[in-house]
């Protein structure tokens, strides 16, 4: 009888102890911190350790991968965590192009898909698969509305447009060309280019002698300065425009002179001193803090996509646990209902509101206007 009794506590304590381990959420991560888009994933992996470490009573275990900034690798690596991590959600990975090729993988396995990327073909149109996907930065056309209506109001009536050849490039087009066209503004000139072109000659001479009011550089990270340092030398003196792909501080490093002027719709954080009190300014300017405190230096934008999809996933945790256990169907298909439910989250980049719809939920409050100016980011006047 004793022994049996002994089995028996053994026996109830063992399955405490599975419970308790089947509790812990597991949250992958994948970031290109090394290859042609680590200056964006570099950010993203060293805000990993900054991420809230439990939501509803329950632990949170980040597991971090590298795809090297190759889609390939991105694939691989998506299905590591699903397949053989079993992981309750998936933050990444870096680049449009990466993330565009592994969201079947989400939605074939039920796995809601943080996605810190700029293109908006990641979230738009919705679809079965897509509906696992949230985007935790500005959709392009809240960024093109505000350029393109500065534009407008400077009188801007042509405008040329250079662009990676690549989903990011490719929907800025789309987006751009429709607003232009509500706005009264002409296309005069649209070019493409890889984002490891060392030379884009070729392109650049094709807008000028297109002869543009204004050109605007739709290439994320650091192939957004190639194009306009190009302009420059070739003597383009008109308005050089750029989207959210272009705010990180190496950009004024690597651009110098030549990037000047230039004018950008992008997060609150590039001019945090000069923008007034909001939640966003408090929890932005803790999270630049926190990251400098660790690093020593202040994360670029892209970094804080990935902190933003961490409180994200903080926020809707808590309603899932109700739902299911981490680590089953029923918890992962409790996580995404709760993170389209999203509403007035205040986060670094703006406030989250999800609908069904709408996957990325900024409102104008995700954006400020802002320039270039003595080698520094300036609140455009």
Partial sequence: MLLKKSLSALLLGSALTATAAQAEVKIGVVTSSTGPIAMVGTSQKNSIPLLPASAGGET????????????????????????????????????????????????????????????????????????????????????????VDDMAAKGIKTLGL????????????????????????????VERF?????????????????NPDAV????????????????????????????????????????????????????????????????????AADYMQRYNDKYG???????ANVYDAGLLLENAIPAALEKGTPGSAEFRNALRDALEQTNELAATQGVYSMTPEDHSGFDERGREMITVQDGSWKLLK
């Fill in 60 to 147: 949170i275990r980040y597991i971090s991968l590298d795809d090297s900034s190759d889609p390939t690798e991105s694939v691989k690596a998506f299905k590591k965590l699903i397949d053989e991590e079993h992981v309750d959600a998936i933050i990444g990975p870096s680049g449009s192009a990466n993330a565009m090729g592994v969201i079947q993988f989400a939605a074939e396995s039920g796995t809601p898909m943080l996605a810190p990327v700029g293109s908006a073909a990641v979230v738009l149109p919705m679809t079965e698969q897509k509906k696992w996907v949230f985007k935790t930065t500005q959709n392009d056309d809240l960024i093109a509305k505000a350029l």
């Fill in 297 to 303: 230096e202040n994360p670029a934008t892209f970094g």
């Fill in 194 to 210: 890889q984002r490891q072109d060392t030379s884009i000659t070729g392109q650049s001479l094709k807008v000028l002698m297109a």
């Fill in 216 to 283: 605007l550089i739709a290439a994320p990270g650091s192939s957004s300065v190639l194009p306009q340092t190009t302009l420059k030398d070739q003597g383009y003196q008109g308005q050089i425009y750029q989207t959210h792909g272009a705010a990180l501080d190496p950009f004024l490093k690597l651009g110098g002179k030549a990037v000047e002027g230039t004018i950008l719709a992008a997060s609150l954080m590039l001019v945090i001193d000069e923008v007034a009190d909001s939640p966003s300014k408090t929890i």
């Fill in 162 to 189: 250079i662009g990676t050849a690549d989903p990011y490039g490719e929907n800025w087009s789309l987006v751009v060309a429709k607003l232009c066209a509500a706005a009264g503004i002409k296309l005069t000139a």
